[in-house]
C-alpha cells in the first residue's frame, strides 16, 4: 500500500476543518459549561476520560458547526457568483428577472474577488455538460462543478485531488467564519466588548479566504475538463441540434414617457465571413436586430441575452418568446428563435466600431431600410407589447 502525502493532506485537512472549529469553542467555553453546571472547580482535563469527552464533545460541536456553514454557500458564496456576468444572463435576464443592483456587478469584478473575466470556463463547461447530458435529458440534474468532478474521479482523478486540495482550505476557513460569529456573540453576551469586536472583525480576513479557495476549487475543476475536452474533440462532436435552430436573437424595447423605443443594429462588418450569411447581410445601409451563433448545447434564451450584451452592450431580460424563423427563403438559412426584451440596462462608453446602435419608436422604424423579416418581426413585438398593456389596464 502506497502512502500518498496528497491526499493524506486534504484528509488531515477536511478532518480539522471539523474537529478544530469544535475544539476552539469547547475549550473557550469551558468554563462557562461549568458555571452553569454549578461546577465551581471547571472541568480537569488531566484524566485520560476527560481527554476523551473534550475530544469527542469538541468533534461533535464540529460537525454541527460544519453544517451550519455550508449555508455560507447559498447565503454569501453563491449570491456572489451570480452578480457576475454570467449569472445575470443564466440566472436572472434569461429567465425574465431583472439585473443585480450595479455596486454588486461591480464588487464581484474586483481583482481580489472573481476579477474581470470569471465566467469564461464555466460558460464552456456549461456548454459540455448539456452536451453530454442530452441524450438523458439530464442537463439540469447536475451542476457544472459537482458534474465537473464526477468527470475528474473517472478521467482525471490526479486534478480531481487539486481541485479537493482548495476544497479543504475553503472548508476550513468557511467553518471558521462561523466560530467567529458564535464567539462573538458570546462575548457581547457576557458584556466582553474588546473580544466581541475583535472576533467580528477577523470574520472579514476569514471570508477572503474561503471564497478565493472556493472560487479557485471550481475554477481548476473547469479548466482541468475544458482540456480533457480538448484533447478528445473532433468534428463529430458538433451534431445539429434537434430542433434545428442555429441562432437567437431579441427585439429589445425601451419606454420613453408612453411610447416604445426599438433597439436596431447596422450589420457586422465582417458578417461576409459568416458564409451562408454572405449575401444576405452584405448590405450594410440596412438595420437589423441582434442575433448570434447558439453554442453547442447553449440555451437559446441564453444565447439571446449574450448576444445582446455582446453586440450591443446593454442588459436585456426577456418577456416573451416571439416565433422560431429563418433569415431568408432559402431551406438552408439559419433558423433563429426571437425573443421580445425589455432594456434594464444602457451601456455606458460602449465602443461603437462597426456596429452603431439606435433607438426608434415603432412608426419611424418601420420606415428605415429593413429587411422583411425585422418588420414582421417589430409588428409582432408592437402588437405584444399593445397586448401585455390593454391586460394591464383591464
Same mark, same amino acid.
Given at each position: 500500500m502506497n502512502f500518498e502525502p496528497q491526499k493524506f493532506f486534504i484528509g488531515l485537512v477536511d478532518f480539522f476543518s471539523i474537529l478544530m472549529p469544535g475544539a476552539m469553542l469547547t475549550y473557550l467555553d469551558k468554563d462557562w459549561i461549568a458555571m452553569k453546571l454549578s461546577l465551581e472547580s471547571g472541568f480537569s482535563l488531566d484524566s485520560v476520560e476527560m481527554g476523551f469527552v473534550f475530544f469527542v464533545v469538541s468533534y461533535l460541536l464540529g460537525h454541527f458547526i460544519f453544517l451550519v456553514s455550508s449555508l455560507l454557500d447559498e447565503v454569501i458564496y453563491n449570491p456572489l457568483r451570480d452578480c457576475t456576468d454570467w449569472g445575470q444572463i443564466d440566472k436572472r435576464l434569461a429567465k425574465g428577472e431583472h439585473l443585480s443592483a450595479r455596486w454588486k456587478r461591480l464588487l464581484v469584478k474586483k481583482k481580489w474577488l472573481f476579477g474581470k473575466d470569471p465566467d469564461n470556463a464555466?460558460?464552456?463547461?456549461?456548454?459540455?455538460?448539456?452536451?453530454?447530458?442530452?441524450?438523458?435529458?439530464?442537463?439540469?440534474?447536475?451542476?457544472?462543478?459537482?458534474?465537473?468532478?464526477?468527470?475528474?474521479?473517472?478521467?482525471?482523478?490526479?486534478?480531481?485531488?487539486?481541485?479537493?486540495?482548495?476544497?479543504?482550505?475553503?472548508?476550513?476557513?468557511?467553518?471558521?467564519?462561523?466560530?467567529?460569529?458564535?464567539?462573538?456573540?458570546?462575548?457581547?453576551?457576557?458584556?466582553?466588548?474588546?473580544?466581541?469586536?475583535?472576533?467580528?472583525?477577523?470574520?472579514?480576513?476569514?471570508?477572503?479566504?474561503?471564497?478565493?479557495?472556493?472560487?479557485?476549487?471550481?475554477?481548476? !475543476?473547469?479548466?482541468? +475538463?475544458?482540456?480533457? #475536452?480538448?484533447?478528445?474533440?473532433?468534428?463529430?462532436?458538433?451534431? =445539429?441540434? /434537434? *430542433? $434545428?435552430?442555429?441562432? !437567437?436573437?431579441?427585439? +429589445?424595447?425601451?419606454? #420613453?414617457?408612453?411610447?416604445?423605443?426599438?433597439?436596431?443594429?447596422? =450589420?457586422? /462588418? *465582417? $458578417?461576409?465571413?459568416?458564409?451562408?450569411?454572405?449575401?444576405?447581410?452584405?448590405?450594410?445601409?440596412?438595420?437589423?436586430?441582434?442575433?448570434?451563433?447558439?453554442?453547442?448545447?447553449e440555451n437559446p434564451r441564453v444565447t439571446a441575452v449574450r448576444e445582446v450584451r455582446d453586440e450591443t452592450g446593454h442588459w436585456a431580460r426577456i418577456t416573451h418568446w416571439l416565433e422560431d424563423s429563418r433569415l431568408g427563403n432559402k431551406a438552408s438559412a439559419p433558423m433563429v428563435r426571437w425573443f421580445l426584451m425589455e432594456l434594464e440596462e444602457e451601456a455606458k462608453d460602449w465602443p461603437e466600431e462597426n456596429r452603431q446602435r439606435r433607438w426608434l419608436p415603432f412608426t419611424k422604424a418601420m420606415q428605415q431600410d429593413l429587411y422583411p423579416e425585422t418588420q414582421s418581426l417589430l409588428i409582432a413585438a408592437e402588437q405584444k407589447i399593445k397586448t401585455k398593456k390593454a391586460q394591464a389596464e383591464s
Open positions: 464555466v460558460m464552456q463547461v456549461q456548454c459540455i455538460k448539456a452536451r453530454a447530458l442530452k441524450g438523458l435529458g439530464a442537463e439540469s440534474a447536475i451542476n457544472a462543478f459537482h458534474w465537473c468532478k464526477a468527470r475528474l474521479i473517472k478521467d482525471l482523478p490526479e486534478g480531481l485531488l487539486v481541485v479537493q486540495h482548495f476544497e479543504a482550505a475553503s472548508k476550513f476557513f468557511r467553518s471558521f467564519v462561523v466560530v467567529l460569529g458564535i464567539l462573538a456573540l458570546f462575548y457581547f453576551s457576557q458584556d466582553n466588548w474588546i473580544a466581541a469586536t475583535l472576533c467580528m472583525v477577523g470574520i472579514v480576513p476569514a471570508m477572503w479566504p474561503y471564497i478565493n479557495q472556493r472560487f479557485k476549487a471550481t475554477q481548476q !475543476a473547469y479548466w482541468f +475538463v475544458i482540456t480533457l #475536452k480538448a484533447l478528445k474533440t473532433s468534428s463529430s462532436d458538433r451534431i =445539429p441540434r /434537434s *430542433d $434545428g435552430l442555429t441562432h !437567437a436573437g431579441g427585439v +429589445v424595447y425601451r419606454r #420613453k414617457g408612453d411610447i416604445e423605443e426599438y433597439l436596431l443594429v447596422h =450589420p457586422s /462588418s *465582417d $458578417g461576409k465571413q459568416w458564409g451562408f450569411l454572405k449575401n444576405f447581410l452584405s448590405d450594410q445601409t440596412k438595420l437589423v436586430l441582434p442575433k448570434g451563433h447558439i453554442e453547442p448545447g
